[in-house]
């Protein structure tokens, strides 16, 4: 688990982003949650889920073979459908 997180922290460094803008961004989702948590849980787990994984599936550090690595990105995969399912779902039905 820890060589996943580590690819997630690196990753996330490259990009430069200041710390201000990543608290005002959870500040601006949080109001938009209290507003509507189902459109915006959906939106922000497809963001997140989307980024994790493609930073997963498309890291050159992040040996998948080795350990249980590859059983961590699946299981994640498959959690993240179901919670992307029940937000649909909470969507449909509100």
């Given at each position: ?15 430069g982003i200041p710390d201000i803008f990543t608290v005002a961004t959870a500040i ?67």
């Amino acid at each position: 688990m820890e060589p996943l997180i580590e690819t997630l922290k690196t990753e996330w460094a490259t990009y430069g982003i200041p710390d201000i803008f990543t608290v005002a961004t959870a500040i601006i989702v949080a109001v938009f949650g209290y507003r509507n948590w189902q459109r915006t849980g959906l939106a922000v787990w497809v963001i997140f889920y989307g980024w994790t994984m493609a930073v997963f599936l498309s890291s050159d550090t992040l040996d998948l073979y080795e350990g249980m690595n590859s059983v961590f990105v699946c299981t994640y995969g498959l959690g993240g459908f179901f919670v992307m399912g029940y937000f649909i779902y909470e969507n449909l039905k509100g």
